[in-house]
């Protein structure tokens, strides 16, 4: 089974195990992301925001009608909008108010402008600066001469140039001020209306409000400019109309005058008289849409430059806009104004209902030209170049390019009308004619002069009503406050990302952590479990704390020493804790495991049969002698008698454990040498001997696999009730699938935290391949305290069996006594150490190991 099926399998308690493991590593990681978000807040530059609100006003509703609304009229809120949006971020906007900021005499406390001329200065060289002064001389008289201009005409709107900057430094100047207000300033429409929210944000709140006001500014004088720019085009054109018209009067009177005078002529017949009055109306009719005319196609003019700038390609697609639908709609709004212009010329009064029914179906027609063009235009830009911004202004030329097309047929048709009359005049006497023809112009010029100054009244009311569509309706202000950094929100977060980045940190190491940790974790892989052998923590130990105990009572003599000397106390490891402190948790873990173990080797038939085990481990250092020297004490308390016996003839170990020599011993016996009586070590501990290596051989494998070992075991079962050997590890050397093969079971320890999924399932396949009976495994080395309620039967164990009554009554003494064992990689509290014992610790101190009166309080 994978990782990824174990993690789907985890428990709330599993997950506390986790976060317990990982405690320091969240730990470090919550400090360390809070110091710094806390380090970041404090240290930030702070950031002010204020906003302002414009309202962009619908021009019909303030019942407007102008020529060339740019910038007015839309086709919903939401596309006005957009556009207006659009034209705020333009560099024609951005440009004027970077332009404002940089001659502003504000400008020292504007942080955004930074200190870019003083830059500039000091890297200019001596040379460069005395051109840049002579040539600035010059420009300080046009600045001078311009500003005046500017002052009558555009509100004192100038630009002024540093007198220490060339021009190219000025442009790369604006263009990086541009930038930087583009990344500060922010534009969103308000829902359900027709207002803008412009939000500035900058590094002190003089300057956010500054910098608003000076964008709202901008944005209302470019919208009144815009606005006024096609009516200005149409009234200037029509002040040189204006004088043109004025001047052939005066000519026209002049003449008539002369030739009265010469000739003597005082009248017309009333009938000439009648024709030269309608010939005059039909002309001043062709003068009018011909005039009309002029101005529409200097609107489109206008109107097409500003489309020009925006969408380059955009001109010629309207301009050469055509399709079957758009030429005949086209020609039957042409001839509707031909038949409207004959109408008027045959007498008929333009109030006719007659004509009002040609003019609404000309005007349906019209319509129907412009949203067909319209569609046509789209259809022939790309995805990626739609109208978008440019719409409103496509919208204005269409219509007036059917305007244009219209009044140009209507003066095509008053023109016709025009040169039939003037036919009918050709056939009077040359005087007459020639009266004629001077009294008719000098009526026209004078009714064309009244038309022309009729109209040029009117563009002058409508410049002058003309000043936008936009009503600032929440000015800018000062803030009070930054608004970044958010010193609470940011340390929350801090907090919460440490916490997450460190939570996640642990599951992902548990993740890839593919060792063995609970009982839970072999039983799914398939083994069976025969026990737990917790660690407990102890308190730090001091430096050169022991690792072995003196035992009061005498050891057999070692070798070479004669019976009947004084013999020394035995001093032998503190990994002993069956025997050194048998009401310990620890050792009760050990007895549950050797009553597992031998309820799988009872057997009914033979009850009293002898068995020998090999006890082994996939890896070095996975606590494996160890185990099995407890393992062996137990059995031997529980009135077995007990063989344990050292077949690591590597790196024996057993020997250093009950503090013997390993001079004699299996390798002795295997030789010959010696025979297993004598060969056989008393530990001192009832029911329990030990045979240690002996010399280390050079072939262990062949000697653990001779028929001679054999005989050995054989020997060794008639004797005593289970055998018990150390062997090496299963995945680095076969001597004890080599041994296994010849004994009764096998018994793998597993150190958890350590030995990984892959190392046990290897171990498992080597001793299966040897057809080896693997009894089980015991899981070594396990932090009861990271494994909620999976081991609580150990403290519940310890505060049972220990019966202390002050123990219980003490706050916290249980968790700290329970806590005074520490099971190392290779034993207790570090190589074989179990730590110090003392008086404090129940049950031990004056019976077992140090003496009472001078180590034991020493130790505790």
């Known amino acids: 089974m994978d990782n990824n099926e174990d993690i789907k399998q985890l428990n709330f308690q599993d997950y506390l195990r986790i976060i317990r493991k990982g405690k320091w590593i969240i730990i470090t990681s919550f400090i360390s992301i809070l110091s710094l978000t806390v380090y970041y807040t404090f240290t930030a530059k702070q950031i002010f925001e204020t906003k302002t609100k414009i309202l962009i006003e619908d021009p019909n509703q303030k019942n407007k009608v102008t020529p060339g609304q740019f910038l007015l ?14 034209i705020l971020r333009s560099n024609i906007i951005l440009g004027e108010v970077a332009d404002s900021l940089m001659n502003s005499p504000f400008k020292n406390r504007l942080e955004i402008l930074g200190n870019q001329d003083k830059d500039i200065k000091e890297k200019s060289s001596f040379l460069s600066v005395l051109v840049t002064q002579l040539q600035n001389k010059a420009r300080a008289f046009v600045n001078k001469f311009l500003k005046r201009e500017n002052e009558s005409s555009n509100n004192n709107n100038s630009i002024s140039i540093s007198s220490t900057i060339s021009p190219t430094q000025i442009s790369s100047k604006k263009q990086n001020l541009i930038k930087s207000l ?169 109030t006719h209902e007659r004509i009002s029914a040609l003019k609404k179906k000309r005007d349906f027609i019209r319509k129907d030209l412009i949203a067909e063009t319209k569609r046509f235009i789209n259809s022939e ?56 023809r001077l009294q008719r112009s000098t009526q026209v010029d004078e009714k064309i002069f009244l038309l022309m100054q009729e109209k040029y009244q009117e563009i002058r009311i409508q410049e002058y009503s003309q000043t936008g569509n936009l009503q600032i309706v929440d000015a800018p202000t000062e803030p009070k406050n930054p608004v970044s950094p958010n010193k609470r929100l940011n340390i929350l977060l801090g907090a919460i990302i440490g916490l997450a980045f460190g939570v996640g940190i642990t599951l992902l190491l548990e993740f890839l952590d593919d060792s063995i940790k609970t009982l839970q974790d072999l039983e799914r892989l398939g083994f069976k479990v025969l026990g737990a052998i917790p660690i407990i923590e102890t308190e730090r130990k001091a430096k050169g704390a022991r690792t072995t105990v003196q035992l009061t009572t005498a050891m057999p003599a070692k070798e070479g020493e004669a019976e009947g000397e004084t013999v020394a106390p035995r001093r032998v490891e503190t990994r002993l804790i069956t025997y050194l402190n048998p009401r310990s948790p620890i050792s009760e873990s050990y007895r549950i495991a050797r009553t597992n173990l031998q309820f799988l080797l009872s057997n009914k038939d033979k009850p009293n049969t002898s068995k020998a085990l090999v006890i082994t481990s996939s890896n070095p250092g996975e606590g494996k002698s160890t185990t099995v020297s407890n393992m062996a004490i137990t059995n031997a308390n529980a009135g077995l008698k007990t063989l344990l016996v050292d077949t690591d003839l590597r790196r024996p170990v057993l020997h250093t454990v009950f503090g013997f020599r390993k001079d004699i011993g299996l390798t002795s016996i295997l030789s010959g040498r010696i025979s297993l009586n004598d060969a056989v070590l008393d530990t001192g501990i009832e029911n329990l001997d030990l045979l240690v290596s002996g010399a280390l051989p ?60 892959d190392s046990v399932k290897r171990a498992k396949a080597i001793l299966a391949n040897v057809g080896i009976n693997l009894l089980g495994t015991v899981l070594n080395n396990v932090d009861i305290r990271s494994h909620y309620g999976s081991y609580s039967y150990y403290y519940q164990y310890y505060y049972y069996y220990s019966g202390d009554k002050k123990l219980k009554d003490r706050k916290g003494s249980k968790r700290k006594s329970l806590y005074r064992y520490k099971y190392g990689k290779y034993g207790y509290g570090g190589y074989g150490g179990y730590g110090g014992y003392g008086g404090s610790s129940p049950g031990y101190g004056s019976s077992y190991g140090y003496d009472a009166d001078r180590d034991g309080d020493k130790n505790s």
């Open 73 to 86: 009229e839309g086709f919903g809120r939401d596309t006005k909008l957009t556009n207006q949006m659009e």
């Open 182 to 350: 583009k990344g500060s300033i922010g534009i969103k429409p308000l829902k359900e209306s027709d207002i803008l929210e412009i939000t500035v944000r900058g590094a002190s709140p003089f300057e956010v409000a500054f910098i608003a006001r000076v964008i709202t500014e901008q944005y209302k004088r470019n919208n009144i400019f815009y606005n006024k720019n096609e009516i200005s085009s149409v009234k200037k054109f029509i002040e040189a109309s204006l004088q043109r018209i004025q001047t052939d009067l005066r000519n026209s009177e002049e003449l008539l005058k002369q030739f009265k005078e010469t000739e003597n002529v005082i009248a017309l017949e009333s009938e000439v008289e009648s024709l030269i009055d309608q010939l005059t109306q039909f002309e001043v009719l062709e003068i009018n849409a011909q005039t009309s005319y002029l101005s529409t196609q200097k609107q489109l003019d206008v109107l097409k430059s500003q489309l020009d700038k925006t969408k380059l390609n955009l001109v010629d697609v309207m301009a050469n806009a055509s399709s079957p639908k758009i030429v005949s709609l086209r020609e039957e709004m042409l001839a509707l104004d031909r038949i409207i212009a004959t109408y008027i010329a045959s007498g008929i009064e333009k």
């Open 381 to 436: 830009l790309s995805p990626q170049d739609p109208l978008n911004y440019s719409q409103e202004l496509v919208e204005q030329i269409l219509e007036l390019e059917v305007k244009a097309e219209s009044e140009k047929a209507t003066a095509d048709a008053f023109r016709d009308v025009v040169q039939t009359y003037s036919q009918k005049l050709q056939s009077l006497p040359e005087k007459s004619l020639q009266f004629i």
């Open 698 to 757: 050079p072939n262990p494998a062949e000697l653990l696999g001779s028929p001679k070992m054999s005989e050995v075991i054989e020997d060794m079962k008639k004797k005593y009730d289970i055998i018990l050997f150390d062997t090496p590890p299963t995945i680095a050397v076969t001597d004890s699938s080599v041994l296994a093969s010849k004994v009764d079971g096998c018994v793998l320890i597993v150190y958890s935290g350590v030995t990984t999924t």
